[in-house]
């Protein structure tokens, strides 16, 4: 069975770092093929892709938010953690995690964790 | 930022049969890359409903049904249920923006 789950801050002040840590079990990203990624969705709007990492390390990120965001991961703990810098009041959203799948041409999201409700402050 | 355009909401009586509409262009749908639907309940996580344009996920019932045409996609509901009222998105793949993008999202009440 395949979960994935979220875990951060609920709050954050304006200009810090958000750091999001995703820990999931059902699948190993050692194993060929496998890749996660983040997803956010602000209150009431539509979802928007943030970055992908892949089993042998890969990285891909949203072009407008490129500069701020790192993810990595931790095979070791079947984590993948996405730090986003300088956070402003745009940045308060609902972050989830999911797993990528390919198949041919077709990219799909067929796990997704809960979500972690993110609020930026001042 | 979306790059694929639903309509904002669809309604029907229940036991109709409802469409939503994704369009997008040659960069993603015109591409040929494929087409994927999310069913998201309030306060919850998107859920896989169609991938592929027209395979229904596990535990997904037949009444569901998704596919593609040129630089668009449908999902269509037939016998429409109380509980299919919720928020619908679809999904694909954007070449010139190199990232995964979804639709504006579609309200079914």
């Known amino acids: 069975q395949v979960t994935l789950k979220e875990s951060g801050p609920a709050l954050v002040k304006l200009t810090q770092t958000l750091t999001l840590t995703c820990t999931f079990s059902?699948?190993?990203?050692?194993?060929?093929?496998?890749?996660v990624t983040w997803i956010r969705q602000p209150p009431g709007r539509a979802l928007e892709w943030l970055a992908r990492?892949?089993?042998?390390?890969?990285?891909f990120y949203s072009t407008s938010l490129k500069t701020r965001l790192t993810i990595s991961k931790d095979t070791s703990k079947s984590q993948v953690v996405l730090t986003l810098t300088n956070v402003d009041p745009a940045d308060t959203a609902t972050y989830y995690c999911?797993?990528?799948?390919?198949?041919?041409?077709?990219?799909?999201?067929?796990?997704w964790g809960q979500g972690a409700r993110v609020t930026v402050s001042s | 930022q979306s790059v694929l355009t639903q309509p904002p909401s669809v309604s029907g009586a229940p036991g109709q049969r409802v469409t939503i509409s994704c369009t997008g262009s040659?960069?993603?749908?015109?591409?040929?890359?494929?087409v994927h639907w999310y069913q998201q309940l309030p306060g919850t996580a998107p859920r896989l409903l169609i991938f592929?344009?027209?395979n229904r996920s596990s535990g997904v019932p037949d009444r569901f049904s998704g596919s593609k045409s040129d630089t668009s996609a449908s999902l269509a509901i037939s016998g429409l249920q109380v509980e299919d009222e919720t928020d619908y998105y679809c999904?694909?793949?954007?070449?010139?923006?190199?990232?995964?993008?979804f639709g504006t999202g579609t309200k079914v009440t």
């Open positions: 999911a797993r990528l799948r390919v198949v041919g041409k077709a990219y799909f999201f067929d796990y």
């Open positions: 059902g699948f190993s990203l050692k194993t060929p093929g496998r890749r």
């Open positions: 990492i892949d089993w042998d390390g890969d990285k």
């Open positions: 040659s960069s993603n749908i015109g591409a040929g890359y494929d």
């Open positions: 592929g344009n027209n």
């Open positions: 999904q694909s793949y954007d070449t010139n923006l190199g990232l995964y993008v």
